[in-house]
């Protein structure tokens, strides 16, 4: 019997339903103009102008405004740093996201760091990232975010369950492991180099797939009854699992695209409105 599928784009859907409720209560309450998410991206690649502008999409569907920002391929990390800058002064932008990949002659670190914390709500910046390691209040990365929301959404806790995490990346790998910690999931992370991937992964009850491989997780790895997660994408509509092997034995699983994709989104516009709610001391 195949599993529940962790349905991201309807969720996405309803979430952004409630979203645009609470945008509408926020003008009422500040009479003011509706809060805006600012996007930057540098270069031409596109992949990332494609993001932006669904990004920018969904930010209309909740009534709130996007500032799409966008930078030659030869920009300089100080011209970077300047934009956001602008935009960290700016009262009305509320939300600053940096797309990433930049080209390789920017310090992506330093850029991402230099946006304000209070508008960080892609959640990249190593401070939000120390204290949603630590507890404290921060904006999640949108897509390990996304999909603590869509575990949620689903009835599904962590609490005391086996995850296992493959993938290390500081926006996705890192930031999910330390999100099912925190939700008392025992977890482990695994990357390139760990030995005895298949076995690992066999001990999971929570796989997530952060890796950027097309199907790198073999489907005979996953043990019966556990929860995949799928947070890759690749030409072809695959993503880091081999889903078509596991979806008759697990117990839930996340469809790509439609299952992870759509969370990230609805994530970031939701975090980008509780700033804005923050801002106006409604929060």
């Not at 990390?77 to 602008?86: H, Q």
């Not at 990232?129 to 929301?149: D, H, K, L, Q, V």
Request: charged residues 25%; hydrophobic residues 40%.
């Amino acid at each position: 019997m195949a599993g529940m599928v962790l349905d991201g784009k309807a969720y996405a859907k309803e979430l952004e339903g409630e979203l645009q409720a609470r945008v509408e209560q926020l003008q009422k309450k500040t009479g003011g103009e509706p809060p805006i998410l600012a996007t930057i991206l540098v270069g031409s690649d596109p992949a990332s102008a494609t993001y932006v502008r669904m990004k920018g999409n969904a930010c209309r569907r909740v009534g709130m405004e996007s500032q799409s920002v966008a930078l030659p391929e030869e920009t300089t990390t100080e011209e970077l740093l300047a934009t956001i800058d602008e935009l960290n002064a700016s009262p009305r932008v509320r939300g600053i996201l940096l797309q990433h990949p930049v080209p390789k002659q920017i310090e992506e670190r330093e850029c991402f760091d230099r946006i304000a914390i209070e508008k960080d709500v892609d959640g990249v910046t190593s401070h939000g990232f120390g204290r949603m390691a630590m507890g404290e209040a921060a904006y999640g990365s949108a897509t390990p975010a996304g999909i603590m929301r869509l575990l949620k959404r689903y009835g599904i806790d962590p609490s005391g369950k086996e995850a296992v995490v493959v993938g290390r990346s500081p926006i996705l790998g890192k930031p999910m492991a330390m999100m099912l910690l925190g939700a008392n999931a025992t977890v482990t992370i695994c990357h390139s180099r760990t030995k005895n991937l298949a076995e690992i992964v066999q001990r999971a009850e929570i796989v997530v797939g952060a890796v950027g491989r097309p199907e790198f997780i073999k489907g005979s790895w996953i043990r019966d009854g556990a929860v995949v997660v799928d947070a890759g994408y690749h030409p072809g509509g695959v993503g880091d699992i081999e889903l078509s092997a596991v979806i008759d034995r697990c117990s839930a699983w996340t469809p790509v695209p439609g299952g992870v994709g759509p969370m990230t989104i609805a994530t970031l516009i939701a975090q980008t409105v509780e700033a804005a709610e923050k801002a106006a001391g409604i929060a």
